[in-house]
């Protein structure tokens, strides 16, 4: 089974530019998972989806970030105006149905680094 | 404060030594989760065991241990006769419900480096 695929793997862009980050989870799973990396503020959840339906967004930093699930096998991070500190390592994850979050099968990752 | 902490930013062994990575975790909920994640040099999180509040038995699997104690809250991971292959950095997580959903804390993770 592919696991969850995260595109692009890297992504280099000037300040001021919008990103879009996106993940495609695994198949059947109906929770999805948005953190960010760094070094600084370590693993941080940004915002989960449960079939489709955002639930916990009090992660999310700001106003220039949203994430959207149109579709069950589909989600998107956005970031506009993207800034120099949004730079990190950015984890899409999935897990199937049940209490207290069965494992998150993460995927990858996207580096993003913001000039 | 922090729901989940790793007091341990990085430790160093030899390869064959035992090593514990300690894991504290505060919670008010009865019903709760928990977990930890691997975190190799390549970057992908891996996944190792799920614990939930109920079961506060051992488990062992393979040079792996894991030592969940309510009474201290804490779920302290254990590798037996390191290798290098263990080097990476390990992540506690905690899940628990909040308001009637999930939410999810990890830990600032652990270093380990496993010399040869």
């Known amino acids: 089974d592919a696991g969850v695929i995260q595109s692009p793997r890297h992504e280099v862009t000037e300040m001021g530019q919008e990103v879009t980050l996106r993940c495609k989870p695994i198949?059947?799973?109906?929770?999805l998972f948005w953190y960010r990396q760094t070094m600084m503020r370590g693993l941080e959840l940004l915002i989960y989806f449960n079939n489709n339906v955002p639930i916990d967004d009090s992660g999310m930093p700001e106003d220039r970030f949203s994430a959207k699930m149109p579709n069950a096998s589909f989600s998107t991070l956005k970031i506009q105006p993207s800034e120099p500190r949004d730079s990190a390592v950015y984890f899409c994850?999935?897990?199937?149905?049940?209490?207290?979050?069965?494992?998150?099968?993460f995927g990858d990752g996207t580096r993003l680094s913001i000039l | 404060a922090q729901k989940v902490t790793q007091a341990q930013t990085e430790i160093s062994v030899v390869e064959k030594e035992d090593v514990t990575l300690d894991c504290v975790y505060e919670?008010?909920?009865?019903?709760?989760?928990l977990f930890w994640y691997k975190q190799p040099p390549s970057g992908e999180l891996v996944f190792l065991i799920r614990?939930?509040?109920?079961?506060?038995q051992n488990e062992i699997s393979g040079r792996y241990s894991w030592n969940f104690q309510k009474s201290t809250s804490s779920f302290n991971f254990t590798i037996t006769a390191s290798q290098v292959v263990d080097s990476a950095v390990y992540f506690c997580?905690?899940?628990?419900?909040?308001?009637?959903?999930?939410?999810?804390?990890f830990g600032s993770g652990t270093k380990l480096n496993v010399k040869p």
């Open positions: 997580a905690l899940s628990e419900k909040t308001d009637n959903f999930n939410k999810f804390y």
């Open positions: 994850a999935s897990s199937p149905g049940g209490p207290g979050g069965l494992p998150q099968h």
């Open positions: 919670t008010r909920d009865t019903t709760y989760y």
């Open positions: 614990r939930n509040s109920f079961d506060e």
């Open positions: 198949s059947g799973h109906d929770y």
